[in-house]
């Protein structure tokens, strides 16, 4: 078993920045990605980015790309997100996710989460 933990959410003005992170503990030997996904209020979850975990290449959703950067400590186990210019648009609750199997885009590849953290941008 994995277990995560994000954190580092809260309320941001437009065109402000927010560092998230999440820090995996248990069985991490099988970690193949880490990602984030946000979910909206009556909106489905989406994918944000995700990192390889031992080459540490990313790839990330149109809609954040060039504003927002995954990064991980390996030793520490942690990923975590820099979020920049920070639109209304980006408010919603973001989940960590570890895949054991591949660098996917759809959830359903993920099979552990984290609580979820609250990021809220106001105009």
């Known amino acids: 078993q994995v277990q995560l933990v994000d954190s580092g959410g809260g309320l941001v003005q437009a065109g402000g920045s927010l560092r998230l992170s999440c820090t995996a503990s248990?069985?991490?030997?099988?970690?193949?990605?880490m990602g984030w996904f946000r979910q909206a209020p009556g909106k489905e979850r989406e994918f944000v980015a995700v990192i390889n975990w031992s080459a540490g290449s990313t790839y990330y959703a149109d809609s954040v790309k060039g504003r927002f950067t995954i990064s991980k400590d390996n030793a520490k186990n942690t990923v975590y997100l820099q979020m920049n210019s920070l639109k209304p648009e980006d408010t919603a609750v973001y989940y960590c996710?570890?895949?054991?199997?591949?660098?996917?885009?759809?959830?359903?590849?993920?099979?552990?989460w984290g609580q979820g953290t609250q990021v809220t941008v106001s105009s």
């Open positions: 248990g069985r991490t030997f099988s970690l193949k990605a």
């Open positions: 996710a570890i895949s054991t199997r591949t660098i996917a885009t759809m959830d359903r590849f993920y099979e552990y």
